[in-house]
């Protein structure tokens, strides 16, 4: 025996309250979706162009927080983003309690609730397939480059640390992606939603505990999606409880069509084929693209590695080997992806200065910015005499500089050259 999906009681005050709020809420919270991923929207339509006034607006005269600015590689935990959440909340609150007195005496908004249940599997699956192609294509987590293999443990960071875990095994990292990636395609079918929310909500837990325990950016908006995957389960919620924890029998639970003419449920059916291919096609270019623009198929620039410095003369005299030189080089490391590529400097007493970096391997030249002093220029020539040796010359201001250094093998690295064994070697 079948138990129907819809059910025509009417509704308590108490459920209709808490329908309205979380209606006017997932929709505000998601909006733009899906027109965001159009792209005519994103390219022709600045929807945030009249949103983020409000915001600031709000900020500044109802919570009193001065000005605010949005800061893109702040998004997640910035003052602007909590200043948002506080609004939409605001504007939930304010229009459920304007539908209930014009709409009170509605017995129920099951039709509604159906319709807002589609809307938040589809928002739900799209952000998953963001991104969970992004990992099964190794794009968000790519293996630790030079300078974070140089990097001792205590000088990371928390939301490093986090990446750098993530980025050293590419399966675990497929793992999570596929579990991502499974849970969003199975939202998209009626059928199907239940299974998909448990496995959303199982992976999104992991993932919401993650940002929180390690400071990653995007700590609040992972736990909306997961508590939007406990929103699709809660209509299954006794039933959950029944054969889980109580062990009872569960009735199946009657799923009816949402149209029944014959012609619009084949028109339903191609829509939902176009959306679905919508979703999916996308993410999984872009996830393909990402891999080889920024992740690990990525190809590294031509002088990526670790250069040990052996002698380091400026102004014609060799500068000693002293372990509190605050000049001398020590390494030269050169990481990240060609045409993005940025360098580092450890010096004798191991601390670290960051440049930014440009080369012309046609010139054989390299230019060095600090990003603590642009006054501190080096503009260096360089050659490979040998194999593992690296010469450079030139000036860093009006001193001349000349230095030898030779590359070091980063698979002496126990994290690079490492492999899976079924049985622990001594």
């Not at 509605?106 to 192609?133: D, E, I, S």
């Not at 959950?240 to 029998?249: A, G, Q």
């Not at 590529?341 to 230019?367: C, E, G, H, P, W």
Request: hydrophobic share 50%; proline share 4%.
């Amino acid at each position: 025996m079948d138990q129907p999906l819809t059910a025509t009681a009417n509704w308590s005050s108490a459920k209709k309250i808490f329908f309205r709020f979380f209606f006017i809420y997932f929709i505000v919270f998601a909006f733009p979706f899906p027109l965001e991923s159009i792209d005519w929207y994103y390219t022709q339509v600045h929807y945030h162009d009249l949103w983020n006034p409000v915001v600031q607006w709000m900020g500044k005269h109802v919570l009193q927080l001065g000005e605010i600015t949005l800061i893109p590689s702040q998004w997640g935990d910035s003052i602007f983003y909590f200043v948002e959440l506080f609004t939409i909340l605001l504007i939930a609150v304010m229009g459920c309690l304007v539908w209930t007195v014009l709409d009170r005496r509605r017995p129920h908004y099951q039709k509604l609730a159906y319709w807002l249940t589609v809307w938040v599997r589809y928002f739900l699956a799209y952000t998953m397939f963001l991104f969970g192609f992004n990992k099964v294509f190794d794009a968000q987590f790519p293996f630790p480059d030079m300078d974070i293999l140089l990097q001792s443990y205590g000088e990371s960071t928390p939301r490093r640390l986090a990446w750098t875990f993530m980025g050293y095994s590419y399966s675990y990292s497929f793992f999570t992606g596929l579990g991502e990636v499974l849970g969003g395609f199975l939202l998209l079918f009626r059928k199907t939603t239940t299974l998909g929310a448990l496995l959303v909500m199982a992976v999104m837990s992991n993932v919401v505990m993650m940002n929180f325990s390690f400071g990653i950016m995007v700590k609040v908006f992972s736990a909306h999606l997961m508590f939007m995957a406990i929103f699709l389960l809660a209509k299954d919620g006794n039933r959950l409880i029944n054969f889980f924890i109580l062990n009872k029998p569960v009735l199946a639970v009657y799923l009816e069509p949402p149209f029944n003419i014959p012609w619009k449920k084949k028109a339903w059916i191609i829509g939902k084929v176009l959306v679905i291919l919508y979703l999916l096609i996308p993410q999984i270019n872009n996830g393909y693209r990402a891999e080889r623009g920024v992740g690990d198929k990525a190809p590294k620039h031509p002088l990526s590695g670790i250069y040990n410095v052996e002698t380091f003369v400026r102004n014609n005299e060799n500068v000693v080997l002293l372990q509190t030189d605050t000049i001398r080089w020590k390494q030269l490391i050169i990481s990240g992806k060609k045409g993005n590529a940025r360098a580092a400097v450890k010096m004798m007493n191991d601390s670290l200065q960051y440049y930014a970096f440009r080369a012309d391997t046609v010139l054989k030249n390299i230019t060095l910015i600090s990003n603590a002093d642009t006054a501190q220029k080096y503009e260096l020539d360089y050659s490979f005499p040998g194999n593992e040796i690296m010469l450079m010359q030139g000036k860093c201001k009006d001193d001349s500089i000349k230095i030898r250094m030779r590359i070091f093998d980063v698979n002496k690295f126990p994290l690079v050259n490492s492999k899976f064994r079924w049985t622990r070697q001594h």
